[in-house]
Nanobody, 115 residues
Framework: QVQLLESGGGLVDIGGSLRLSCAASGGTFSPFGVGWFRQPPGKEREFVVTVARNGKVTYADSVKGRFTISADRANNTIYLQMDSLKPEDTAVYYC?????????WGQGTQVTVSS
């Protein structure tokens, strides 16, 4: 049984930084087939960054140059480093990871950028 645990969200000032973590238990690590998504208040969930199974990394235009996805095999964790945060980055952030052909979602972590 795969479980994802997200952490790292919080309240930050404009221009600040946060690093989100998505730790997995019960699944074999892979840096591919992963992604981060977010749901702003009152809006639909949207993609932030994905890493395809071929390794191609795609960032949403709104976060290019400010957000970076990375992975840590030893801890079976993926990260989202978020810099130069803006009020429009305020959202619940979700990780998505694929294990043996099945996608799993984290529970979500709130990021609030104070204006």
């Amino acid at each position: 049984q795969v479980q994802l645990l997200e952490s790292g969200g919080g309240l930050v000032d404009i221009g600040g930084s946060l690093r989100l973590s998505c730790a997995a238990s019960g699944g074999t690590f892979s840096p591919f087939g992963v992604g981060w998504f977010r749901q702003p208040p009152g809006k639909e969930r949207e993609f932030v960054v994905t890493v395809a199974r071929n390794g191609k990394v795609t960032y949403a235009d709104s976060v290019k140059g400010r957000f970076t996805i990375s992975a840590d095999r030893a801890n079976n964790t993926i990260y989202l480093q978020m810099d130069s945060l803006k009020p429009e980055d305020t959202a619940v952030y979700y990780c998505n990871r694929n294990f043996d052909g099945t996608g799993y979602w984290g529970q979500g972590t709130q990021v609030t950028v104070s204006s």
